[in-house]
Protein backbone atom coordinates (compact mmCIF):
# COMPACT_ATOMS: atom_id res chain seq x y z
CA UNK A 1 0.00 0.00 0.00
CA UNK A 2 1.38 3.44 -0.96
CA UNK A 3 2.37 6.10 2.01
CA UNK A 4 0.06 8.09 3.21
CA UNK A 5 2.77 10.94 3.91
CA UNK A 6 5.94 12.43 2.06
CA UNK A 7 9.19 12.85 2.75
CA UNK A 8 10.52 13.56 6.20
CA UNK A 9 9.89 17.05 7.66
CA UNK A 10 11.86 18.60 11.19
CA UNK A 11 10.05 21.48 13.22
CA UNK A 12 11.40 22.04 16.04
CA UNK A 13 9.71 23.45 18.71
CA UNK A 14 12.03 24.66 21.67
CA UNK A 15 13.11 21.74 23.26
CA UNK A 16 11.26 19.35 21.29
CA UNK A 17 12.12 18.01 17.27
CA UNK A 18 8.92 16.90 15.63
CA UNK A 19 9.31 14.55 12.90
CA UNK A 20 6.37 13.68 10.43
CA UNK A 21 6.18 11.77 7.41
CA UNK A 22 8.22 9.10 5.88
CA UNK A 23 11.55 8.10 7.26
CA UNK A 24 13.27 7.38 3.66
CA UNK A 25 16.73 8.84 4.66
CA UNK A 26 16.25 12.70 3.21
CA UNK A 27 16.40 14.55 6.31
CA UNK A 28 18.93 11.89 7.86
CA UNK A 29 21.46 14.66 8.03
CA UNK A 30 19.46 17.36 9.57
CA UNK A 31 18.34 15.10 12.17
CA UNK A 32 21.49 14.09 13.22
CA UNK A 33 23.23 17.86 13.17
CA UNK A 34 19.88 18.73 15.13
CA UNK A 35 20.47 16.21 18.09
CA UNK A 36 23.95 16.68 18.05
CA UNK A 37 23.52 20.46 19.14
CA UNK A 38 22.86 19.57 22.84
CA UNK A 39 19.38 21.55 22.23
CA UNK A 40 16.82 18.88 21.88
CA UNK A 41 15.54 17.25 24.63
CA UNK A 42 12.56 15.05 23.01
CA UNK A 43 12.12 13.72 19.50
CA UNK A 44 8.32 13.72 18.67
CA UNK A 45 7.11 11.34 16.20
CA UNK A 46 4.04 12.19 14.62
CA UNK A 47 1.90 10.31 12.09
CA UNK A 48 5.26 8.83 10.30
CA UNK A 49 3.73 5.64 8.21
CA UNK A 50 7.01 4.05 7.60
CA UNK A 51 10.10 4.28 5.78
CA UNK A 52 12.99 2.00 4.89
CA UNK A 53 14.78 -0.04 7.65
CA UNK A 54 18.27 1.50 6.79
CA UNK A 55 16.63 4.81 7.68
CA UNK A 56 15.09 3.41 10.90
CA UNK A 57 18.46 2.78 11.73
CA UNK A 58 20.21 6.06 11.17
CA UNK A 59 17.59 7.98 13.47
CA UNK A 60 17.60 5.08 16.13
CA UNK A 61 21.70 5.50 16.28
CA UNK A 62 21.61 9.50 16.36
CA UNK A 63 18.49 8.80 18.78
CA UNK A 64 20.76 6.47 21.20
CA UNK A 65 24.05 8.27 20.87
CA UNK A 66 22.47 11.71 21.82
CA UNK A 67 20.27 10.17 24.60
CA UNK A 68 17.13 12.01 23.86
CA UNK A 69 13.32 10.81 25.11
CA UNK A 70 11.21 10.28 22.21
CA UNK A 71 7.54 10.59 21.87
CA UNK A 72 4.94 9.50 19.55
CA UNK A 73 1.94 11.28 18.69
CA UNK A 74 -0.64 9.58 16.51
CA UNK A 75 0.49 7.44 13.99
CA UNK A 76 4.21 6.11 14.15
CA UNK A 77 4.46 3.23 12.11
CA UNK A 78 7.26 0.30 10.55
CA UNK A 79 10.96 2.47 10.77
CA UNK A 80 9.17 5.61 12.59
CA UNK A 81 7.93 2.42 15.47
CA UNK A 82 11.92 1.29 15.65
CA UNK A 83 13.56 4.95 15.73
CA UNK A 84 11.27 5.62 18.58
CA UNK A 85 12.33 2.52 20.83
CA UNK A 86 15.79 4.08 20.65
CA UNK A 87 15.22 6.72 23.32
CA UNK A 88 16.22 6.90 26.64
CA UNK A 89 12.24 6.60 27.56
CA UNK A 90 9.69 6.34 25.06
CA UNK A 91 6.25 7.82 25.73
CA UNK A 92 2.96 8.08 24.06
CA UNK A 93 1.93 11.91 23.92
CA UNK A 94 -0.30 13.33 25.85
CA UNK A 95 -3.93 14.47 24.03
CA UNK A 96 -7.43 13.71 22.74
CA UNK A 97 -5.87 12.11 19.67
CA UNK A 98 -5.71 7.82 18.86
CA UNK A 99 -1.51 6.75 19.48
CA UNK A 100 -0.32 4.00 17.92
CA UNK A 101 3.20 2.58 17.20
CA UNK A 102 2.95 -0.39 14.67
CA UNK A 103 6.63 -2.61 14.91
CA UNK A 104 6.79 -4.83 11.71
CA UNK A 105 7.26 -8.55 12.00
CA UNK A 106 7.99 -11.50 9.49
CA UNK A 107 5.68 -13.94 11.51
CA UNK A 108 2.97 -13.96 14.54
CA UNK A 109 5.46 -13.84 17.41
CA UNK A 110 4.98 -16.21 20.45
CA UNK A 111 4.26 -14.83 23.82
CA UNK A 112 7.98 -15.91 25.01
CA UNK A 113 9.53 -13.97 21.77
CA UNK A 114 6.80 -10.79 22.93
CA UNK A 115 8.41 -10.51 26.17
CA UNK A 116 11.83 -9.79 24.97
CA UNK A 117 11.73 -8.81 21.27
CA UNK A 118 11.85 -5.10 21.58
CA UNK A 119 14.06 -4.51 24.40
CA UNK A 120 17.72 -3.26 23.87
CA UNK A 121 19.66 -5.12 21.58
CA UNK A 122 17.07 -7.53 20.96
CA UNK A 123 15.37 -4.67 19.12
CA UNK A 124 18.47 -3.64 17.16
CA UNK A 125 18.66 -7.39 16.17
CA UNK A 126 15.36 -7.25 14.83
CA UNK A 127 15.43 -4.42 12.60
CA UNK A 128 18.84 -5.86 11.44
CA UNK A 129 16.40 -7.83 9.80
CA UNK A 130 14.88 -6.02 7.25
CA UNK A 131 18.53 -3.98 6.59
CA UNK A 132 18.99 -4.45 3.21
CA UNK A 133 22.79 -4.80 2.97
CA UNK A 134 24.60 -5.64 6.28
CA UNK A 135 27.24 -3.42 7.77
CA UNK A 136 25.40 0.23 6.07
CA UNK A 137 24.13 1.45 9.74
CA UNK A 138 24.87 0.58 13.00
CA UNK A 139 21.86 -1.25 13.58
CA UNK A 140 23.05 -3.44 11.04
CA UNK A 141 24.52 -7.03 12.19
CA UNK A 142 26.77 -9.42 10.49
CA UNK A 143 24.35 -11.92 8.86
CA UNK A 144 25.70 -15.74 9.09
CA UNK A 145 26.34 -17.21 6.04
CA UNK A 146 23.22 -19.43 6.13
CA UNK A 147 20.93 -16.77 7.15
CA UNK A 148 18.38 -15.72 4.81
CA UNK A 149 18.52 -13.13 2.77
CA UNK A 150 18.01 -9.30 4.61
CA UNK A 151 14.81 -7.72 3.29
CA UNK A 152 13.98 -4.29 2.92
CA UNK A 153 10.60 -2.36 1.92
CA UNK A 154 8.76 -4.13 4.87
CA UNK A 155 5.02 -3.98 4.81
CA UNK A 156 3.99 -1.11 6.88
CA UNK A 157 0.79 -2.55 7.74
CA UNK A 158 2.33 -5.92 8.25
CA UNK A 159 3.21 -6.33 12.40
CA UNK A 160 2.13 -5.82 15.98
CA UNK A 161 0.76 -2.86 16.74
CA UNK A 162 0.03 -0.75 20.23
CA UNK A 163 -2.79 1.74 20.64
CA UNK A 164 -3.82 3.89 23.36
CA UNK A 165 -7.56 5.53 22.73
CA UNK A 166 -8.55 8.26 25.05
CA UNK A 167 -11.78 7.62 27.20
CA UNK A 168 -13.60 9.52 30.25
CA UNK A 169 -11.79 7.19 32.46
CA UNK A 170 -8.46 7.49 30.98
CA UNK A 171 -6.57 5.79 27.88
CA UNK A 172 -6.94 2.21 27.38
CA UNK A 173 -4.48 0.22 25.55
CA UNK A 174 -4.67 -2.57 23.24
CA UNK A 175 -2.24 -4.61 21.19
CA UNK A 176 -3.07 -6.51 18.05
CA UNK A 177 -1.43 -8.19 15.18
CA UNK A 178 -1.80 -7.46 12.05
CA UNK A 179 -1.32 -9.98 9.01
CA UNK A 180 -1.23 -7.24 6.48
CA UNK A 181 -4.38 -8.26 4.86
CA UNK A 182 -6.31 -5.35 6.69
CA UNK A 183 -4.78 -2.62 4.69
CA UNK A 184 -5.27 0.77 7.46
CA UNK A 185 -8.45 -0.81 9.02
CA UNK A 186 -6.67 -2.19 11.94
CA UNK A 187 -10.23 -3.06 13.61
CA UNK A 188 -9.80 -6.28 11.25
CA UNK A 189 -6.15 -7.35 13.11
CA UNK A 190 -6.06 -10.08 16.30
CA UNK A 191 -6.11 -8.43 19.25
CA UNK A 192 -3.31 -10.19 21.32
CA UNK A 193 -3.83 -10.70 25.30
CA UNK A 194 -1.32 -10.55 27.99
CA UNK A 195 0.76 -8.13 25.64
CA UNK A 196 1.10 -4.90 27.98
CA UNK A 197 3.17 -2.15 26.20
CA UNK A 198 4.95 -1.79 29.28
CA UNK A 199 5.70 -4.91 30.75
CA UNK A 200 7.30 -5.29 27.36
CA UNK A 201 9.57 -2.56 27.37
CA UNK A 202 7.74 -0.81 24.26
CA UNK A 203 6.37 2.23 26.69
CA UNK A 204 8.35 3.34 29.57
CA UNK A 205 6.64 6.08 31.03
Not at 43 to 60: C, K, L, P
Not at 114 to 127: C, N, P, Y
Not at 188 to 203: F, H, I, M, N, T
Amino acid sequence: MAELAGAAELDLQGRRLVVSGTLDGSKVKAFIEHLGSGAVRTVVFEDSFGGTAEAAGAYADAIRESGVQTEARGHCMAACAYAFLAGKTHRFADGLQVNGILLPVAARPAAAELAVRWRGEEARKTLADFTPAPGTTDAARPMEATAPAPRDNWQPDHGVLFTASPTLFGRVYNTYYCDGTQGRDFSKCERLSDADPYKLGVLTE
